[in-house]
């Protein structure tokens, strides 16, 4: 059980609430002082907070937590909750009377899945989420599947219930790289289908996720284009990317930007007009990149960059893998192949 927490120092948190009417919940990835980070937003219909702070042209180098929340651009809100946290930590970016926490967030569709339109994540929440991740050990296992900004999040048009999932690679060279997903999409897995017909059917989370298991009729039940004339979902997949690689801004930007490969790999469709499918990278900067040439620099960052894409796919997998069928009074939400 791999996960992003595999990278040294960084902690994750989550908050979230079921029932009487809620279904919705945020997650905070707490990464140690001094981490850089960037962010690369691909969807066309995105829920962003703090985005143009993690340019590698604006002031500001570091990133003191970044937020995934339900409640769409609500639950925004929640950001707040977790720059209190920061400062009363004096966590953030220093300026005269104190510091101002640079907390860029990221929001999932998900309201009224639990019954109720208005139940959707605040700064309350959002501070909750921060100071559980501030409490964990590092190295500490993740919570997956329907925890945090997964606790409303849904795939295949609303069908199945999506979630959050983690892993991580170590690379020869001892770089580690991580990735936390919130899955929330409007497509499903490539190649697979609703129904696995095979006995001891592997997981999605396997290497064989990429072969198909069911009849050809439910695979297309279940694919994301039926009842294409309904209204499209409105969903999203965020993603943290981290490294323990020391990266200035404009190589974690690009990090990103290839780590969206995963998500195209694993998601069919994704990065849709109805999408806000966002990708976050932070990298803590405790291992040097061989830098001694440009040939060996383009060599280090183009395997580091490989390595976020292929981690980026799995983490998506473990996240519809790990998510748990749940029944509301908006309706059910089925676990995908089971």
């Not at 993690?54 to 970044?66: E, G």
């Not at 919570?143 to 849904?154: D, P, Q």
């Not at 069908?159 to 170590?170: F, L, N, P, Q």
């Not at 929330?184 to 064989?208: C, H, I, K, M, Y």
Request: overall charge negative; proline content about 5%; charged content about 15%.
């Amino acid at each position: 059980m791999t996960a992003i927490t595999d990278v040294p120092g960084l902690r994750v948190g989550h908050a979230g609430r079921t029932g009487g009417g809620w279904l919705s919940g945020v997650t905070v990835v707490l990464p140690p002082a001094g981490t850089v980070g960037s962010v690369d937003v691909r969807g066309g219909g995105p829920g962003t907070h703090e985005t143009d702070a993690l340019d590698p042209t604006t002031l500001t180098r570091t990133v003191d937590a970044v937020l995934l929340t339900g409640g769409s651009a609500f639950g925004l809100a929640a950001a707040h909750g977790a720059q209190q946290w920061c400062e009363e930590n004096d966590r953030g970016f220093a300026v005269t009377g104190g510091v101002v926490p640079i907390v860029p967030a990221a929001a999932i569709f998900d309201l009224g899945r639990g019954g109720d339109f208005a139940a959707r994540p605040d700064a309350a929440m959002g501070y909750a989420a921060t100071a559980d991740a501030a409490a964990r050990k590092i190295g500490h296992a993740v919570e997956r599947g329907n925890v945090g900004a997964g606790t409303g999040a849904a795939i295949g048009r609303g069908k199945y219930k999506g979630g959050v999932g983690t892993a991580s690679i170590t690379l020869d060279n001892g770089f580690v790289v991580g990735a936390l997903a919130v899955v929330n999409a409007l497509g499903l897995p490539f190649g697979t289908s609703p129904q696995r017909v095979e006995p001891g059917s592997v997981r999605l989370s396997d290497e064989g996720a990429s072969t198909p298991r069911g009849a050809p009729a439910a695979a297309k039940a279940g694919d994301g284009t039926a009842g294409a004339s309904a209204p499209p979902a409105l969903n999203t997949t965020l993603v943290v990317v981290a490294t323990n690689a020391i990266l200035d801004k404009a190589e974690c930007k690009r990090t990103a930007s290839a780590a969206h490969a995963g998500l195209a790999r694993a998601l069919n469709p994704s990065h849709t007009l109805a999408d806000g499918d966002t990708v976050f990278c932070l990298a803590t900067g405790a291992l040097a990149v061989d830098r001694s040439s440009e040939a060996a620099r383009q060599a280090s960052l183009i395997t580091l960059q490989s390595a976020a894409a292929d981690v980026v796919r799995l983490a998506i997998l473990d996240a519809i893998d790990c998510a748990e069928a749940v029944t509301t009074p908006a309706g059910e939400f089925g676990a995908y192949g089971r």
